[in-house]
């Protein structure tokens, strides 16, 4: 028999976060079960269903019974089987016997080689699995394999999962799977909506569980469905107040997974509200109470919110009142923190950094912002910004940790410090950066604006970065508690980006000098650290597309100019494209490993002793293009440099075709190695070159 199969879990409400990693865990366990038993194809499809009282699958074309199949069991080496007349050795008949089969079976044993030797299979037919027999355990295997940290058990049961569990259905077709789960005992009802639906849902069909829950049960199945119902009401609602909404994808998913039978209101604050910064109303409306605020057509933030409710009624005045009402406190504690705020003043509070702790070894707050002033002053020096600003921005862009409402919504650091620096009459470009320094935060964040920002961000990222570095704290594993790994792409992607012309190695031991001495005792830890910032690069180029010989190449060079990296890398990808490229590439390997075993200084190549024509056509091209490569290089043309690097070719064919490098006369030898010394300068003067093609 071929028929649909349905799955379903009744249970307390489960965790909204996880809702939908949960649904898809769990259809994805019990569909692989099935497959492994070969009860379904492992190619096919399902659906799979999760809502907050339910975790369901659907899958169509499932077998009653699984087909026969042959399987071939290992049994023994020939040579141990058998013994040097043919016969089965004792150990032979040992192992038959223990395994139930007969001795006359040998006669069928097919000879394969495993290994070096050649080896007894068994062939045997395995009877098909039958559903009714393995069911239940696959549904508690896949229970088994949720990705669920913490687990519990109610009432006198010994049974454990993250949620009370109420009713188990296991349908094929229209024929109920007997079996137990977690105590449950399958059967073929279900409930519906909480308050929308009585009685109990008589699932009749397996292939009409997603209409059945819909019609009488007032419970959209499908996460998905559900999803796309939320956002289609959310956008007619905010159409019809002229008013637009941006929507977290997180907060979507989160209100999915706490509704089964969505619809949209409209609710309403005091407009008086809107006198504290709009990200802190923002905030405790997503936050709190999953609500998705307004706005204008200016961004500016309207006194109107959409609520998803989980109940649909005619007249929805309580409701909106009973979420008013709600909302009303959160917003009055924010603008209480908000003033309080104001009223104890913001650039006061840099004193009393020095009363908290950032790290045992590397001191207060207090002495992280002293340093962070001295780096951003040095790196706005060095961008040509005003370094007094700089330092102003990195003293006091840490202040607003110590604020009331940072203290409770620790997602608006760096965004109240912009506020509360503006209000105490800050210049703009400290205003800026004292938001902006955070930034990115996260992949494919923007990045900073202005110098000054983009001095005080690289501060605040390289002063960890070198902090935890010279103590030994280094990122190991997937542990990372200091998000080292994070600061380090913020600060290449600032560099490379912008693209500031900043030399990253110069930038780690100016950090460094910001710590008071014998502060960073970690041995060698600034060359760590630029190998780390290298690595993570080569990281970064990797996912932005870039061919990883092309990367290699250029990253062997070991460049602290990272603003330079992109434009070498288009060089080198141009350079790939000339027909003379991969044979330099192989010559300059070439050249690479025979100087690695010269011993010694190499001289400067001298004319006087050029014997060989080769080798003289070689010089002559070397000493020619010398001043051109350098030019090219120094005025960052990379592209033209490789150009003019490719014309040698012929004359390096030559050399190798015609010169002996290695030969008994010292002078001659040096002479020649030195000649490739001035060549492989020349032909790495942009990239590594000879990791091309590899």
């Known amino acids: 028999m071929n028929a649909t199969l349905l799955i379903e879990l009744l ?63 290992k049994i023994m080496p020939v ?84 949620r009370p569990v109420h009713g188990l259905v296991m349908l094929h077709g229209d024929r109920v799977v007997p079996g137990e789960v977690l105590g449950l005992t399958s059967r073929t009802f279900t409930r519906g909506h909480r308050f929308l639906s009585s009685g109990d849902i008589v699932l009749n069909q397996a292939d009409c569980y997603a209409e059945t829950m819909k019609s009488q049960g007032k419970v959209i199945a499908s996460f998905a469905e559900r999803r796309a119902a939320i956002a289609v009401q959310l956008e007619a609602k905010a159409k019809e107040l002229n008013a ?61 919110f959409l609520i998803v409710s989980n109940m649909q009624v005619d007249d929805p005045k309580h409701i909106i009142g009973g979420n008013a009402r709600v909302v009303r406190p959160r917003l009055s504690d924010a603008r209480f923190f908000y003033n309080q705020d104001l009223k104890n003043g913001f650039v006061t509070r840099t004193m009393k950094l020095g009363s908290v702790v950032y790290h045992n070894k590397l001191g207060s707050l207090g002495d992280r912002a002293n340093r962070l002033g001295l780096i951003a002053s040095f790196v706005a020096e060095k961008l040509g910004a005003n370094p007094m600003l700089a330092r102003n921005a990195g003293l006091i862009c840490k202040v607003d940790l110590l604020t009331d409402m940072v203290g409770e919504f620790p997602e608006l650091q760096g965004i109240m410090g912009r506020y509360y620096a503006q209000h105490e009459g800050a210049k703009p470009e400290v205003v800026e950066a004292m938001e902006q320094h955070y930034r990115p935060r996260f992949a ?36 990372d508690p200091f998000g080292l790994r994070r600061a380090a792409l913020g600060v290449l992607r600032i560099l490379m980006e912008k693209p500031l012309p900043l ?20 041995s060698g830890f600034q060359a760590q650290l630029l190998d780390f910032m290298l690595d993570r690069l080569r990281g970064l180029l990797k996912d932005a597309g870039h061919a990883q010989d092309v990367i290699e190449a250029v990253l062997a060079q070991h460049p602290t100019r990272i603003d330079l990296v992109p434009p070498k890398l288009a060089a080198v990808r141009d350079f790939l494209h000339l027909p003379e490229a991969l044979a330099l590439a192989a010559a300059n390997k070439r050249i690479g490993n025979i100087l690695k075993k010269a011993e010694g200084s190499l001289p400067e190549p001298d004319v006087a002793l050029l014997q060989e024509t080769a080798e003289k056509a070689l010089f002559e091209r070397v000493v020619l293009i010398a001043p051109v490569v350098r030019s090219h290089v120094a005025n960052e043309d990379y592209a033209d440099a490789l150009k003019v690097l490719a014309a040698v070719r012929t004359e390096v064919d030559r050399f190798f075709d015609e010169v002996m490098v290695n030969v008994d006369e010292p002078l001659i030898r040096a002479n020649r190695l030195g000649l490739l010394k001035s060549l492989f300068d020349q032909l790495n003067a942009v990239a590594d070159i000879s990791k091309l093609g590899v």
């Not at 366990?29 to 659906?47: K, T």
């Not at 604050?269 to 109303?281: G, H, K």
């Not at 001095?455 to 594993?477: C, N, R, W, Y």
């Open 79 to 162: 040579a141990v089987a058998l013994d040097a007349n043919g016969e089965p050795t004792p150990a032979l008949k040992k192992k038959l016997e223990a395994k139930g089969i007969p001795l006359d079976a040998i006669a069928q044993f097919e000879k394969r080689l495993d290994g070096k030797s050649e080896t007894f299979f068994y062939k045997a037919t395995v009877k098909g699995a039958i559903l009714d027999d393995v069911l239940a355990g696959i549904v508690a295997d896949a229970l088994k394999k949720l990705p669920i940290p913490k687990v519990m058990r109610w009432g006198d049961s010994d049974h454990q999962f993250v």
């Open 244 to 304: 637009t909404m941006n929507p977290s994808e997180g907060l979507l998913d989160e209100v999915t997974a706490l509704v089964e039978w969505p619809v949209v209101y409209i609710g309403e604050f005091e407009a008086e509200y809107l006198d504290v910064p709009q990200e802190c109303l923002i905030l405790t409306m997503q936050q709190n109470q999953k609500y998705f605020p307004l706005f204008d057509a200016s961004k500016k933030l309207l006194n109107r």
């Open 11 to 73: 249970t307390e409400e489960l965790p909204p976060k996880a809702l939908s990693r949960l649904g898809e865990v769990f259809a994805s366990q019990i569909h692989i079960g099935l497959s492994d038993r070969n009860l379904v194809s492992a190619s096919g499809a399902y659906e799979w269903f999760a809502t907050p009282r339910r975790l369901a699958i659907q899958v169509p074309h499932v077998l009653a019974v699984a087909p026969d199949a042959t399987a071939f069991e």
């Open 503 to 522: 030399d990253l190695g110069e930038l780690i031991a100016e950090t460094a000098k910001a710590f008071p001495q014998g502060t960073l005792a970690a």
């Open 444 to 479: 494919g964040d923007v990045l900073p604006e202005g110098n000054i920002s983009c001095s005080v961000a690289l501060a605040d990222k390289m002063e960890a970065l070198v902090g935890f570095f010279g103590i030994g704290q280094i990122p190991t594993g997937d542990k």
